[in-house]
């Protein structure tokens, strides 16, 4: 069984639309993580859910928001899609130390 | 809050020949130091990590080292192969509480050439 699982895979989108991907583990860890990695391959941290309690919110525009309905999913909402959010978005989730990545979601807005 | 520095940001070898990536930090209280190999269109994988309990850290052909008080930690990849193509990335945090973040190095682009 995969650990974590990512909800779409691919997503093509037009600008000004409002989309989210889907998030879910299965490990029972306590902490879930959503990541941006852009065309440079850098890995942002955009949001940190322990608990279902938001923990860390870097410096993302409003547009994105995460919802947690329970430990096991955390899902990422963004409206009003731009160019710029083209990109791949990674959820993870930690254990004590180590951290999992989910295989990623490609956001493609034309 | 932390800073992690990481280079070459590319790094070509021969196959069979050592590649070495290095990290720098900058938070003292850091004390979790993985590393992650992303292949092309795959999602980043733990490969090795250390804690800062441990100055040195070896499975088969890969190993990390430790010096906290320089801080910096360094990837080693020994007898290197194709199918260690990827990109490597470092990474720092502050373990046991697990809502501390992750620090991520910039990546190293690593071509090992048949």
């Known amino acids: 069984d995969t650990a974590v699982s990512q909800t779409p895979k691919y997503l093509v989108t037009q600008m000004g639309n409002d989309k989210s991907i889907k998030c879910e583990q299965n490990?029972?860890?306590?902490?879930m993580y959503w990541y941006k990695q852009d065309s440079k391959k850098f890995l942002k941290i955009m949001f940190s859910?322990?608990?279902?309690?938001?923990?860390i919110n870097e410096t993302v525009p409003n547009r994105f928001s995460p919802k947690s309905p329970d430990k096991a999913h955390l899902n990422l909402h963004i409206n009003s899609l731009e160019l710029g959010d083209s990109a791949v978005y990674f959820c993870?989730?930690?254990?004590?130390?180590?951290?999992?990545f989910g295989p990623g979601t490609r956001l493609t807005v034309t | 809050g932390e800073n992690v520095e990481q280079h070459p940001s590319t790094l070509s070898v021969q196959e069979g020949d050592s590649a070495v990536i290095k990290c720098t930090y900058s938070?003292?209280?850091?004390?979790?130091f993985p590393w992650y190999k992303q292949e092309l269109g795959k999602r980043p994988q733990l490969i090795i990590d250390?804690?800062?309990?441990?100055g040195e850290k070896k499975d088969q052909r890969i190993a990390v080292t430790l010096n906290k008080t320089a801080k910096h930690f360094s990837l080693h990849i020994t007898e290197t192969q194709p199918e260690d193509s990827a990109v490597y990335f470092c990474?720092?945090?502050?373990?046991?509480?697990?809502?501390?973040?992750?620090?991520f190095g910039t990546g190293t682009s690593l071509t090992v050439i048949p």
């Open positions: 250390i804690r800062s309990n441990v």
């Open positions: 490990l029972g860890h306590d902490t």
């Open positions: 938070d003292s209280a850091s004390n979790y």
């Open positions: 993870a989730t930690r254990s004590s130390y180590e951290q999992y």
């Open positions: 990474a720092a945090s502050k373990g046991r509480n697990t809502g501390n973040q992750f620090y």
């Open positions: 859910y322990n608990n279902k309690e938001l923990i």
